[in-house]
């Protein structure tokens, strides 16, 4: 039986570790940290009992790959699915407006949405619809090398549209700022989200904290199909010879016996233990996103979450038991301090969500410096595909060429595309 060596348990290693299992492969999975899941699980907050995450996440009908996944692993009853999109959204005066599909057939149902969503003035809703129009018939090279601020301008979008509906779309899928963002990207996105039917559109959220959500099916699903996963334990290096890796040397042994190996870690750290010129070029800005889990004496929010209009704050998660706040794009906040964090929200989501500082039980400011990176224009053509000049070497992440922003769904089809390579060698 052959052997792959999966390095690194986030969503993508984890990924490539079932697909691999499943076809009859012996799979050895190495992580450094004592969990699954990466950049994308929960864990217990000691002072109040209850499962947080590490940042929400939020998944989106057109996730293909996730959700087949999901599905595989037994998942899938983990998620809160809608029928058609529907975003709540609240003002500074605490308005609620919803920006909802109605239930005629799709595409009608996301065009009257549109028109219904009175944030918009009337000229900005038919200017966002000739903007979807032109879209579906666009040629991505026209867009090469511009930001989205560049496109959006040379589309004719208002400052107001701009503001209130593409600079939240954005920094959502994206995690940056019009001004830093590929607008080729973007237009790719924007069309697998609104251009693929009205499942498609729809927004998905984990009903479970993550690692329950899809770790622990994940790691059911390994240890069913005989994978063992080692915790705990860094690769510090590797052996190449004739052009093959040969040996992997980790903090607790050296591991000789296998044929294949996955590289499932962020950048940074690959370049680490494997020297390889072009990589070492590449350099990804990252962005951070900070989640403000809050605690209140008495919950009144109805909604499951709501999008907070001209806002530093971008979200709300309602979880019952505590909210979330959620600020992408938010390197300004790195260096900031917890508390002074904490009370900014508060200031702000005041004039949202009548929160105030009285009604909070507890709080904790989880700040993910290294959510994921920037895809400016000139990223595009340096993430690098799968294959690697090592024969039995492949790489996954979501930072590789995914054509995807760093998203779940990027980092699933990577890890996907990485065990179907070797899947296909030995066929
Ligand atoms: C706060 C936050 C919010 C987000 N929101 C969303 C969202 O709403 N929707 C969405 O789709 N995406 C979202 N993302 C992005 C998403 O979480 C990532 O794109 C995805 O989890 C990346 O998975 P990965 O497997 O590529 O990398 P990672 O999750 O980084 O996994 C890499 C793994 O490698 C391990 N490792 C590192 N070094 C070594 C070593 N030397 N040896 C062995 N193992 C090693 C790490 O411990 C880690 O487990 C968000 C991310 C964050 C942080």
Redesign the pocket.
């Known amino acids: 039986m052959k052997k792959c060596v999966v ?8 990924t490539s570790a079932v697909y691999l299992s499943k076809s009859g492969i012996n799979v050895e999975l ?4 004592n ?6 699980y929960s864990f217990k907050d000691t002072a109040t009992g209850s499962i947080i ?7 989106m009908g057109c ?1 293909e790959e ?1 959700l087949k996944l999901f599905r595989l692993i037994n998942a899938e009853d983990n998620l809160i699915y809608q029928d058609r999109l529907s975003i709540p959204f609240l003002n500074s005066n605490s308005k609620l407006y919803k920006l909802e599909a109605t239930k005629l057939f799709y595409p009608l149902n996301l065009l009257m949405g549109l028109l219904n969503y009175n944030v918009l003035k009337f000229e900005d809703k038919v200017s966002v619809i000739v903007f979807f129009i032109k879209l579906a018939f666009s040629n991505k090279n026209k867009l090469k090398g511009l930001t989205v601020e560049e496109w959006l301008f040379r589309e004719n979008q208002s400052e107001n549209l701009r503001k209130s509906f593409w600079e939240i779309v954005c920094v959502g899928a994206l ?1 940056s700022s019009t001004k830093k963002a590929s607008a080729e990207l973007f237009a790719s996105i924007l069309k697998k989200m609104f251009l693929h039917g009205n499942e498609a559109s729809t927004l998905i959220i984990p009903k479970l904290g993550l690692s329950e959500t899809y770790c622990k099916p994940a790691e059911e699903f390994l240890l069913k199909n005989e994978t063992s996963i080692s915790f705990s ?4 290096e590797l052996v190449i010879q004739n052009n093959s890796v040969k040996k992997i040397i ?1 903090s607790k042994r050296e591991i000789e016996d296998f044929d294949y190996l996955i590289s ?3 950048l940074p ?1 690959l370049k ?2 494997y020297t390889d010129n072009e990589l070492a070029k590449i350099n990804l800005e990252n962005s951070c ?1 900070v ?1 403000i889990h809050i605690w209140l004496k008495e919950n009144y929010l109805n909604e499951k979450f709501y999008g907070l209009i001209d806002s530093s704050v971008h979200w709300i998660f309602n979880h019952g038991d505590h909210i979330t706040l ?1 600020i ?1 794009d938010a390197n300004y906040l790195v260096d900031k301090e917890k508390e002074e964090i904490y009370k900014m929200c508060l200031e702000e989501i005041k004039k949202y969500a009548s929160i105030s500082e009285e009604t909070v039980k507890h709080y904790k400011v ?1 700040k ?1 410096k ?3 990176f920037i895809p400016t224009p000139e990223t595009l053509t340096k993430r690098p595909g799968t294959k690697t000049k090592i024969t039995n070497f492949f790489l ?4 590789t060429d995914t054509r995807l922003p ?6 699933v089809i ?2 996907k595309k990485a065990a179907g390579y070797i899947i296909k060698n030995l066929e």
């Open positions: 390095i690194g348990g986030g969503i993508a290693g984890l190495i992580e450094s940290s969990k699954l899941g990466g950049r994308a995450d590490n940042g929400q996440h939020i998944l996730y996730t995690n334990e860094n690769v510090l980790t499932a870690v962020p750290v680490k233990f996103i989640s959620v992408s989880i993910e290294r959510a994921t996954a992440g979501d930072w760093a998203t779940l769904e990027g980092a990577s890890g």
